[in-house]
Each structure stands twice: as structure tokens, then as C-alpha cells.
DNA sequence: GGCACAAGCCGCCAAA
DNA sequence: AATTTGGCGGCTTGTG
């Protein structure tokens, strides 16, 4: 187990061949730029190969990286970015991947970097996820990884994996908070000019379900369910819409969404109260309403559950307010 | 916060 | 013969 409080000093990024050149500028983006002059911290940062080579990325150019795999034994914090998972990964990059998570380093995946953290064991028993359409290929390969497609990101003891492109980026706000707090990764996220990263100290905010991507037969009866959020809705009757058994509806559910009716159910109702909340000035009554929750205090029961924390706490932490 | 009842989930199995 | 469907029962979760 990791000790809390590590501080986040030396980071080291792996380039394996084929990089993705976006995945590993996010990287860059968040440890590689000095911002200390705005109050933020600054990292050792670390462009690495085995052996140093040039590397040829995803878009065709080549890049040629300061460092061999030596600024990796010092790292609090070791990230590998996409590559070509046909190819090999050298016994030398495995062996350090090893010694950073043996000696509680941080050790991060981008998207398919999730393959080269497998081949080193370090998924083993852990939950990880990886690109949606890369997760069964990540299961296949490491029988003993349990794959979570439908997360952004996953902290598992001191290996975070994350999901396809921008979700490399909530994961490593995620990693930021954890070293240097809520006010700092706030900060970085703010310089980034990402979207207004929930942040207020729950790192669950962003550990939402990934929407439903190609949802071929559902989609009409989604598409309708949340035109009208405000109604009641129950598995059956959204089985009804979808002319199939409930048991049937739920399984191709599962299959096409990865969540489960319900539960994809009373996220979209959370996320229409949370906009409410941000830009509305609707008590907590009426967007209990407006969002198909029973009462208030449903909406708070959600809210408790799934956000840990009121629907009035959210809204003073995120509401936006006319300037 | 907790209670009682309803609803949802999922493994299992038989039918299609 | 193999795959998909959908009902059943038990357990969990949501609602009032």
C-alpha cells in the first residue's frame, strides 16, 4: 500500500512505438509544463524510451525522447501512453514498471498503455480499464485483470488506468488532487481550460459511467426516455417502448450501454439535477420534479449515494453565478 | 435514520 | 447442436 502525503515530484512518461501523440501531449500538458510561476507545482519531467531510440508515433513523425529508462527508477510517477499492442514490450520497460509499483511509485496507463501495465503484472487481480473498444482485447490478454469498460479512469491500490484520450486527462487531475489536494488540481484544470471539472474534494464526480455509445436498437427508446425525465419510468415500461421481455431489455441493456437500466436511468435524471442546480434558480422541490425523482427526498438519496454530499451543498460549490 | 414494501438485478434453466 | 429468449427466485437497492 501506498502512503498518503507522497509527494508527486519526478515524473516519468514511457513513449513505447506508435505512440499516440495526443495521449502522451496530455501527459506533457499536465507534468511536463512548469507553472510554478502561477503557484502550481512543478514536475521533474521525464520523456523516455528503452534505450533512449527514437520513437516513431501514431501520426508518422518521429520523436526523439532526452532519456533512456533511468529517470523511471526515481519516479513517484511512471505513465505509459497508447502504443502498438501487437508489438512486444521490451523485458527492460516491464522490469521498471515493476520496481516503481513495488517500491509505491504511481504507475498510470493512457488508454492502451493499460497492455503494457498487463504484460508487467501489474493488473493482476486489480480492477483497470482501458479504451471501450480495446477493453475485451485487455481481458483477453490478462484473464487475471478485472476490466471495467465503463469508467474514465480506475484507482486501484497505486495503478490508475484510464480510458480512451480525454479521459487521460481526469485521470490525472485525479492524481493531482490526491497528491496536492482539491485547490491545486482545480487550479490545473482551470490553466488546462477543461470543462469545469467538478471538483469540491469527490473524486466520484467524475468517475461517472461513460454515456452509451452505439446503441443500435435501444437509441429511439433512450433518446425518448430522456426527452421526458420528468415522467415516471421503470424498466418495464422502457422494455415496453424497446417491444421486448424485461429480461431480454435488460440483458441488451448491459450489452450495448454497460450499465443496467435503472441505473443509466437515475444517472440521467442526476445529471439533469445537477445542471438545474448549476444554472437554475429552481428550488430543490422542483427539480426533484423536473428530473423524475418521486420527492426531494429521493433527489437528496441519490445525491448522498452516488455524489456524497446534498443537492444544496452542490449547488453552492458549483452554481454559476451571473457576472 | 430506519422501516416496510416495491422494484430492480442477475444466475439459472427451460423453451424456442 | 448452438444461441437467444424470457420466466423464476433470491438477493440487493430504491421509495415513501
Avoid at 508489438?87 to 497492455?115: I, K, N, Q, Y
Avoid at 487481480?125 to 469498460?149: E, I, S, Y
Avoid at 497528491?179 to 490545473?188: F, N, P, R
Wanted: aromatic residues 6%; contains cysteine; proline residues 6%.
Amino acid at each position: 500500500m501506498r502512503t498518503l502525503g507522497h509527494m508527486l515530484k519526478n515524473v516519468a512518461v514511457i513513449a513505447l512505438p506508435d505512440v499516440a501523440v495526443f495521449e502522451l501531449g496530455v501527459l506533457c500538458e499536465l507534468f511536463g509544463y512548469d507553472r510554478s510561476a502561477d503557484g502550481l507545482p512543478a514536475y521533474n519531467f521525464a520523456l523516455c524510451s528503452p534505450g533512449g531510440v527514437p520513437i516513431r508515433t501514431h501520426a508518422g513523425f518521429t520523436l526523439t525522447p532526452d532519456h533512456d529508462l533511468a529517470p523511471v527508477e526515481q519516479a513517484d510517477l511512471v505513465a505509459v501512453g497508447p502504443y502498438d499492442t501487437q508489438r512486444e514490450v521490451p523485458a527492460e520497460v516491464l522490469g521498471a514498471l515493476r520496481r516503481a509499483h513495488d517500491r509505491g511509485a504511481w504507475v498510470m496507463s493512457v488508454c492502451t498503455g493499460a497492455f503494457a501495465l498487463g504484460a508487467a503484472g501489474l493488473l493482476d487481480g486489480r480492477r483497470c480499464t482501458t479504451h471501450w473498444r480495446h477493453a475485451d482485447a485487455l481481458a483477453d490478454r490478462f484473464p487475471a485483470a478485472k476490466v471495467d469498460p465503463n469508467v474514465l479512469y480506475v484507482v486501484d491500490d497505486n495503478v490508475l488506468t484510464s480510458a480512451g484520450t480525454a479521459a487521460g486527462i481526469d485521470a490525472g487531475l485525479h492524481l493531482v488532487r490526491a497528491e496536492h489536494g482539491s485547490v491545486v488540481a482545480t487550479q490545473l484544470a482551470r490553466r488546462m481550460v477543461v470543462p469545469p471539472h467538478r471538483d469540491g474534494g469527490q473524486a466520484q464526480f467524475i468517475e461517472t459511467p461513460v454515456a452509451p455509445y452505439q446503441c443500435e436498437t435501444l437509441q429511439p427508446v433512450l433518446e425518448h426516455v430522456l426527452e421526458t425525465l420528468d415522467r415516471a419510468h421503470t424498466v418495464d415500461t422502457m422494455a415496453e417502448m424497446a417491444h421486448m421481455a424485461p429480461r431480454t431489455f435488460a440483458r441488451k441493456f448491459r450489452a450495448e450501454t454497460g450499465a443496467t437500466p435503472h441505473d443509466w436511468l437515475i444517472g440521467q435524471r442526476m445529471l439533469l439535477a445537477r445542471r438545474l442546480l448549476e444554472d437554475s434558480e429552481l428550488g430543490v422541490d422542483a427539480i426533484a420534479a423536473r428530473t423524475g425523482f418521486g420527492s426531494a427526498a429521493t433527489l437528496r438519496h441519490h445525491f448522498a449515494h452516488r455524489l456524497s454530499t446534498t443537492p444544496q451543498a452542490y449547488r453552492s460549490t458549483f452554481k454559476i453565478r451571473a457576472a
